[in-house]
């Protein structure tokens, strides 16, 4: 059930985003917390669709690319993400298959897909209610960092793995192009000025 | 406890003082300033965020748990973090070294960038967290540019993945597990302490409320 | 300003009670207050828990690494390289090692430190871990734990394993076959090492330090004696080939064998010199002579060829070795009138094996060599050392008859012993006179002679005559058993009996009277009679005989021998009887013995006998030429035999089960398992790479 609630844009007023406090339509920074006042950002649409498809852009790359480099006795064997989440399936490993597919190629496709609707939809109610809008950006915001699992599990296993001849793990050039697409989609979600959900 | 606050529209909103007006930063609705006691939680009526959940003695209680998340991750970094052994050969790695891993092939950034995601920035921020809590909790004026540093620590809130991290060492030791034995060293543990201490400081930190006390004690300072 | 009155007293300001102490800290204190204690905690114990750190120099750091580096004693991880740094003046590599404290109060002055590096030799591989884990330096030290110290100077090379066993020195002339961890055999078992060889002060001899294992340190007394048996040695001699093989490590990379070879030696120090002999026979008998190698080096000048004589042949005395050829040389005589090049020989001869005391020099030897050469006429000359493959020997004889002659001792360069002329047997001209002599036998004829009696004794035998003597004897002998069977048996013997009697009445009673031709007449009557029934009663060979004697009396000497004739043949005709037709015994003696009543017939006619006689002489002087020929051929066969034998040896020297083939034989046996044991790790790593990590 919706109470029309005013919103402070309606009454003139401009809340920081930061901390809460509410403030003069004219005012510049918030006099709590010193950050910028802005009522809507009408550039921040731009910038997200630009973290967007910077994003995008890296991750082509990230699952071309071989993210592990395994050479054991000196025959080395690269593998991308997926042939990753693949080999820990085949090995029988289906439990943690399940949570790298999940953090690796399903949270950065969703989240590609749910920033992309998001901004499209961001002035429509057309295919998803408000709520529903809002509670995709939320779960966006939370879950974007997880991503970022597939470097760490990289790092550790390069670091660990260094056996000169018997076995050698390295990590591949899709490691830093994951990470920037896990980042540049994060920056994305950042850019978002939730407030235009409501806007409409 | 979650208590919907609602305020009556504007009719008296000019006579409400600006300093008792709340905005919701989703959705931009208008609210008035509660009580709220602590445990209990404001949320927004309209998109449900949270914008308030005060602790008692929430300040001391930061100060004590980011003091023990730093002296924990100092502990992290200069102890043994796993030992791998197979057939006879042995190999070990810091949290450290597993950070600088990329630097031996061309990704130096990326380990710059990890480095600083699972030591640095969780550093920084308990730092500028106790630097601007450890005053209001003794009921001292503020340091100085106490509002910039809470504030980039607030900014710095998403890129702090130490807890990533952990989830992504317990991937890791799973994929090796069946082929090598994997040796958990101090540092392992104290890492996942340090975690669990952070989400627990976390939960005392409320955002509204440091404002607020840093907000009335540099009135008071100016008064 | 108007005067105001003074204040009054002013309030003092009450704060409010102070809360105590603990009410004030909350307990959340407590959380960061823990973790303080864990870190110093932690960061105390691992300080104090790291270790004692030494120092060690080595000349470079091939694979040690500064925190990776392990240090293992007995292959435990007991210490780790922290950093490796140079000495001030560059010239040494500091290696700076971090070991266990309670391993590190051993460390005192006697430890030895290396680098365990892969090594490949022909023993085998050593350290292949290392391949795949990284150089260890490895740390040998005893249990008792004296002064501490902390700079060592590491070895370059690993040392012996000295701890359980002796550690003594051996001597070679020359290292070239036994390589650095060679091993040390005694009766077939290896029971040490040798380790690096090196060369003595003077450089004349290679010196290598051994290490006898326990409890075979034991066996070391002072008459043990130490022989090299680097690769393989081959032999030929009376025995034939010999091929001696140990094992295959010392076939590639040598070995020293040892024995004590006789007992009530005295007990050995640590580090005691052994000379290490080139072969057994050396050794064995060097227990008999003492050490010392004192040689007397002489010359002798021949003219004449010395082919078959090399550096190293024998120089013999009665049959004992007592030196050898050292060298083989030319010396021109310049003399214009008969320029010629003569052969030069230069010999040593062992001093102690002249049988002189322990004591004597080399001069009191060459003295007495020269005494010799002038009261005995002791001479050289070269003499066959191996009929088989020509080569020579040296040999000093007495020779009463020579001029005499003296030992030059002015010669240069060594004292010259005069020259006997050379007592060599050209094997071959002897091989080929026994051949000759083998070739120059008359065994065509000898063969012809014996085939042509052969041929008349087939023809005898092929007789379709003499063939129905079984069957006709056969068939005779059951007319006499007919006979026998018969009732009137008793009534003929009985009858004969009488007629006998009467017989010997009429002749008594006749004796007057002439009927003597009347009774040869009636007795040949008999005597048909009696033939037919020859074996008519038990009493046959009596009877037999008796007609025998009467045969004899009747017939004289040539019947005799027709009967020897024809024993003879009956007796070849045992043999005929053993052919089918004969198994019908009576029939075929009763033919035989109608054959034989046939021929004493003709032979009383007298016609067959002549014939007969001259079949049985001329039967009887092939058998003698036979006789004479096989009295040779044992002769020659002996003789064939003999060579065939000296060839034979020689020959089954190669034979399947030969030593030579056996030796041989477990050589490459023990390669062929080497190889494929090689090949089965290389097809199996292969085949999983993960089993060297999974050590599966």
Known sequence: MSVNIPTAREAGLVACTRCGLVHERSTARCTRCDSRLQSRDTRSLQRVWAWWAAGLIAFIPANIYPMLLTSTLGSTTQSTILAGVVELWAHGDPPIAIIVFLASIVIPVGKFLAIGFLAAAAHRRRFMSLHAQHRLFEVVEFVGRWSMIDVFVVAILASLVQFNLVATVNPGIAAICFALSVAFTMQAALAFDPRIIWDD | ?223 | ?696
């Open chain 2, 1 to 223: 406890m979650r208590r919907m606050i609602q305020t009556p529209p504007s009719d008296d909103l000019a006579d409400i003082p600006l300093i008792q007006l709340r905005a919701c930063p989703h959705c931009d609705a208008l609210y008035r300033l509660p009580e709220v006691k602590p445990r209990e939680r404001a949320a927004c009526s309209r998109c449900g965020a949270v914008l308030m959940a005060p602790r008692a003695g929430a300040f001391t209680r930061i100060v004590a748990l980011s003091a023990t998340a730093l002296i924990l991750m100092v502990i992290a970094l200069f102890t043994p973090f796993l030992d791998l052994s197979a057939a006879g050969m042995h190999s070990d790695a810091s949290i450290w070294d597993a950070a600088m891993t990329f630097s031996n092939s061309a990704m130096t950034p990326l380990s710059v960038a990890v480095a600083a995601f699972i030591i640095v920035i969780p550093a920084l921020r308990l730092g500028l967290i106790i630097y601007t809590v450890l005053p209001l909790a003794n009921k001292r004026p503020p340091a100085p540019y106490s509002r910039k540093a809470f504030r980039l620590a607030d900014k710095l809130r998403p890129w702090s993945m130490a807890e990533i991290f952990v989830i992504g060492v317990a991937v890791a030791l799973v994929k090796i597990m069946g082929m090598a034995s994997v040796t958990p060293g101090v540092a392992f543990w104290t890492f996942g302490i340090l975690v669990i201490v952070l989400i627990w400081q976390d939960s005392f930190l409320d955002r509204e409320q440091v404002w607020s006390a840093l907000d009335a004690s540099l009135h008071k300072a100016a008064a």
């Open chain 3, 1 to 696: 300003m108007t005067d105001t009155p003074p204040p009054g007293p002013a309030e003092m300001e009450i704060r409010p009670p102070r809360r105590r102490v603990w009410q004030r800290i909350s307990i959340i204190w407590l959380v960061p207050l823990v973790a303080l204690a864990i870190a110093v905690g932690v960061a105390v114990k691992s300080y104090s828990s790291r270790g004692t750190l030494i120092r060690i120099t080595f000349q470079n750091a091939s694979g040690i690494e500064a925190g990776q580096t392990a240090l293992r004693y007995r292959d435990v991880t007991i210490g780790a390289v922290e950093s490796v740094g140079f000495a001030p003046d560059l010239g040494k590599v500091i290696v700076s090692v971090r070991v266990a404290d309670d391993i590190a109060q051993y460390i005192d002055r006697e430890a030895e430190f290396w680098v365990v590096r892969p090594e490949v030799s022909v023993r085998g591989i050593s350290g292949l871990d290392t391949v795949l884990s990284g150089a260890y330096l490895a740390g040998n030290w005893d249990n008792i734990p004296t002064e501490e110290q902390s700079e060592f100077e590491g070895l370059e090379v690993p040392p012996l394993q000295s701890q359980n066993g002796t550690t003594i020195t051996l001597e070679l002339r020359d290292g070239n076959q036994i390589s650095a961890g060679a091993p040390i055999i005694y009766k077939g078992i290896e029971v040490g090492n040798v380790g690096t060889p090196q060369l003595n002060e003077d450089g004349t001899t290679v010196l290598l330090d051994a290490v006898i294992r326990a409890p075979y340190d034991r066996m070391l007394t002072t008459n043990t004696r130490f022989w090299d048996a680097s690769g393989f040695n081959i032999s030929v001699g009376t025995g034939g080939l010999q091929l001696d093989v140990r094992s295959l490590a010392s076939l590639i990379e040598g070995g020293i064998i040892f024995d004590t070879i006789v007992s009530g030696g005295e007990p050995i120090q640590p580090g005691q010199d052994f000379f290490v002999f080139e072969d057994e026979s050396d050794a064995r008998s060097s227990v008999f002579t003492s050490g010392s190698k004192l040689e007397l080096p002489l010359s002798m000048v021949l003219d004449g060829s010395i082919e078959g004589l090399s550096e190293g042949a024998e120089v013999r005395y009665k049959g004992a070795t007592i030196g050898r050829v050292t060298d083989l040389g030319t010396i021109a005589e310049t003399d214009p009138e008969t320029p010629s090049i003569r052969m030069l020989i230069n010999l040593e001869i062992d001093v102690n094996k002249l049988g002189l005391s322990e004591m004597a020099t080399v001069d009191e030897a060459r003295d007495f060599v020269a005494t010799l050469v002038r009261q005995d006429n002791l001479r050289a000359r070269l003499a066959t050392a191996s009929l088989f493959t020509g080569s020579l020997m040296v040999e000093l004889v007495e020779q009463p008859d020579a001029d005499p002659a003296t030992l030059d001792v002015d010669y240069q360069p060594f004292p010259m012993i005069p020259a006997a002329p050379a007592e060599i047997t050209e094997f071959q001209t002897t091989a080929q006179g026994v051949i000759n002599r083998i070739g120059g036998l008359p065994v065509e004829e000898l063969m012809q002679a014996a085939i042509g009696a052969l041929n008349s004794v087939q023809v005898l035998a092929g007789d379709p005559e003499t063939r129905r003597v079984p069957s006709e004897a056969a068939s005779l002998l059951a007319d006499v058993r007919a006979v026998l069977t018969g009732d009137s048996v008793t009534g003929t013997l009985s009858n004969l009996n009488t007629t006998t009697d009467s017989l010997r009445r009429i002749a008594q009673q006749l004796e007057d009277g002439q009927a003597v031709a009347n009774l040869v007449s009636a007795i040949q009557k008999a005597n048909t009679t009696l033939t037919g029934v020859e074996s008519a009663s038990v009493e046959f060979p009596q009877i037999a005989q008796q007609l025998r004697q009467l045969a004899a009396t009747a017939n004289g000497l040539q019947i005799q021998q027709l009967a020897d004739s024809a024993d003879s043949l009956l007796q070849s005709a045992d043999g005929l009887l053993s052919n089918p037709d004969t198994q019908r015994v009576p029939g075929a003696v009763s033919d035989a013995l109608s054959e034989v009543a046939r021929v004493l017939a003709e032979v009383r006619e007298g016609g067959a006998i002549g014939n007969v006689n001259e079949a049985i002489s001329a039967a009887e002087q092939a058998a003698n030429s036979i006789n004479l020929a096989a009295q040779d051929l044992p002769a020659l066969a002996d003789r064939a035999s003999r060579i065939l034998d000296q060839a034979g040896t020689t020959v089954s020297g190669y034979g399947s089960d030969s030593r030579f083939n056996v030796e041989l034989v477990t050589a490459l046996r023990s390669l062929q398992d080497a190889a494929t044991a090689v090949t089965s790790l290389a097809r199996s790593i292969q085949r999983n790479p993960n089993s060297l990590l999974l050590g599966r």
